[in-house]
């Protein structure tokens, strides 16, 4: 029986594939109250939902009700354990969007061994930069085993030869494995539950360790205090899974909250946008996250299709993993007008993987706050004054992103540790049982992040306002200039509003100049071929600059897809920077101070 009757279906081969159901009659839903993900796992076989893959074109190619992916679960970890694996084993697991790696990560769960989910993208730089990185990423997890698609499968071997990894296998290696006769020992409560490389990884990535307590305690923290689930809920994410927002809020939570679940891979959306929205109409998704790029790519891809899409369905559009941007919202709500989308369904929210995903949510009753501020009271003095002015060269906007969620703290606090007050500029701090068991095999960097008072330096910037965070930036990011604090943010949207020019186009940096104080530096990609054009774009960057930040600036146009981007998608500005410092950036233009 289901509980949903619009259902799709798609003939694969001979056989039809119908989407599992939205709805579960006959299993109560149930949020809360699991010790480990296999007892949540155990409770939403016995219903009819489960994850549905689509292809790049739109079709669904996969089903996987929670029924058989507990079946499969259950032998692939007697199969694990036939190489000899031993419980708390850690086992690398290429996440490419698929049931395959659905299945290997709670076999994983089963068998007492701790999946460490990793890219499965060719970053930029080719494959020898994308060897290197997963080359790290096993060396910092002491890697004991590999399990790769097929079609990476001699990538990883490369990769697991210099991390000395012995065992690889692919999927269908895995597949035609024997069963072990060994009794399955799961995960208690109190055990790991998974190793997470976090989206600023590099060649030494640190991997963020999440138990069993933690995973539950958050999954619970984005069903109540986030989303607000219902058993009608149907979600949709074309997030990677080895992102914190692609595996915990739309894998892990989802499969807790016993909800239907439909993907798109990452890179069919890249290179599609708009069938994101599309197949939402068709499954009417209630439940949809992105980071801010996503909808911004959306806006800009979005031509006549939006009139025949229906997003009324859509009633928590959230967005996460960077700082949320207005201007973004405001547009990508315009150009789905007509879809049926209710703009009051934003639901900006802070998170990160070092408290396993979510920390604040804000209230999806109404529309997005957002708290316009005094550019030199900004600057000048670190803090958030209320302005009215509604020029954006004299004001800000910042997005509120709600409440902490329930059961953890969060303070902002100054340089010297003291707790600041609302509209005071600081260091945001989180403390919970949430949080992050610390970085695997790596307790220096642990007592760096996490104090003695179980507080989590967030490394993030913020205020508060009225009990709800703001996020301003990185911490790390800020320019510090002729006594002024300078956020990267204001030049980049600054620069990034010229027709030219487009979201991601632009990062900003201070390196030391030849006087020894701060020269800042902004990295433009340019498409211009004619120079006298390229020379017209860095004066008019950097009059741009000038108006919005009030600083001179070191312009160099550089080739497009130069600038490096995390994960996660986010920009990494100590990556550009790095890059430029060392030559390796691919420059058009060297620069000139405007």
């Not at 010297?416 to 949430?434: C, D, H, Y």
């Not at 006298?532 to 004066?539: F, G, I, M, N, S």
Request: proline fraction near 4%; charged fraction near 20%.
């Amino acid at each position: 029986m289901t509980g949903s009757l619009a259902v799709a279906e798609t003939n694969v081969g001979s056989v039809a594939l119908v989407r599992t159901p939205t709805s579960n009659r006959d299993l109560p839903q149930k949020v809360g109250g699991f010790g480990t993900l296999t007892e949540a796992l155990d409770y939403a076989a016995r219903g009819l939902t489960g994850f549905n893959f689509y292809s790049g074109r739109g079709a669904l190619e996969h089903v996987l009700p929670y029924s058989e992916l507990r079946t499969r679960a259950l032998i692939t970890a007697r199969k694990l354990l036939s190489l000899g694996l031993h419980r708390m084993d850690r086992i690398a697991i290429v996440a490419e969007t698929g049931p395959d790696f659905m299945v290997a990560f709670f076999a994983c769960q089963y068998a007492g061994l701790v999946p460490c989910p990793i890219p499965y993208s060719m970053y930029i730089g080719g494959r020898e930069a994308y060897v290197s990185r997963i080359t790290g990423m096993l060396k910092a997890a002491h890697a004991n085993a590999v399990i790769s698609t097929a079609a990476q499968i001699e990538t990883l071997r490369e990769a697991a030869v210099a991390a000395d990894v012995k065992i690889v296998l692919s999927h269908e290696d895995v597949k035609n494995l024997p069963e072990s006769m060994t009794k399955l020992q799961s995960f208690d409560v109190d055990d790991v539950a998974y190793i997470q490389y976090s989206s600023g990884s590099t060649s030494a990535p640190k991997g963020v360790l999440i138990s069993q307590r933690a995973i539950n305690t958050n999954a619970v923290s984005i069903l109540r205090d986030g989303i607000n689930v219902k058993p009608t809920d149907r979600g949709f994410s074309w997030l990677p899974l080895y992102h914190d927002m692609g595996l915990v809020g739309f894998c892990l939570s989802t499969m807790m909250g016993q909800s239907s679940m439909d993907y798109l891979a990452t890179t069919a959306f890249a290179r599609r946008p708009t069938l994101w929205l599309k197949l939402m109409s068709e499954n009417r998704t209630t439940v949809s996250f992105s980071p801010t790029f996503g909808y911004d790519l959306v806006a800009k891809r979005m031509n006549g299709e939006a009139a025949s899409f229906d997003l009324s369905a859509w009633r928590a559009a959230g967005i996460g993993g960077d700082m949320v941007r207005p201007d973004v919202l405001a547009q990508f709500a315009k150009s789905v007008a007509a879809t049926g989308f209710n703009a009051d369904a934003f639901m900006p929210s802070y998170g990160m993987a070092e408290s396993t995903l979510a920390i604040s949510f804000a209230n999806t009753k109404g529309s997005v706050r957002v708290d316009r501020v005094d550019r030199i009271a900004l600057r000048s003095l670190n803090k958030a004054v209320p302005s009215s002015d509604p020029s954006d060269d004299v004001a800000r906007d910042f997005v509120v992103c709600g409440k902490i969620v329930s059961g953890h703290e969060l303070e902002v606090r100054g340089e010297n540790g003291a707790l600041l007050g609302e509209r005071e500029i600081g260091k945001i701090f989180v403390s919970g049982p949430s949080l992050m068991t610390g970085y695997y095999e790596n307790p220096s960097a642990t007592a760096d992040t996490i104090g003695v008072d179980g507080f989590l330096d967030t490394g993030d910037m913020g205020y508060l306002l009225d009990g709800e965070i703001v996020i301003t930036g990185r911490a790390k990011d800020l320019i510090l200039h002729n006594g002024r604090n300078i956020w990267p943010q204001d030049i980049e949207w600054a620069a990034e509003q010229m027709p030219v020019l487009r979201s991601g186009d632009v990062a900003a940096f201070a390196i030391e100049g030849a006087d020894g104080d701060d020269e800042v530096v902004v990295l433009v990609e340019c498409r211009l071929s004619d120079a006298h054009d390229q020379e017209a774009l860095k004066r008019d960057v950097g009059k741009i600059v000038h108006q919005s930040a009030g600083v001179d600036c070191s312009i160099v146009l550089v080739a497009p897809k130069s600038l490096p981007f995390t994960s996660s998608g986010k920009l990494s500005r100590s990556q550009a920077r790095k890059n430029y410092l060392s030559g390796e950036m691919d420059v058009i233009s060297h620069h000139a101070k405007h």
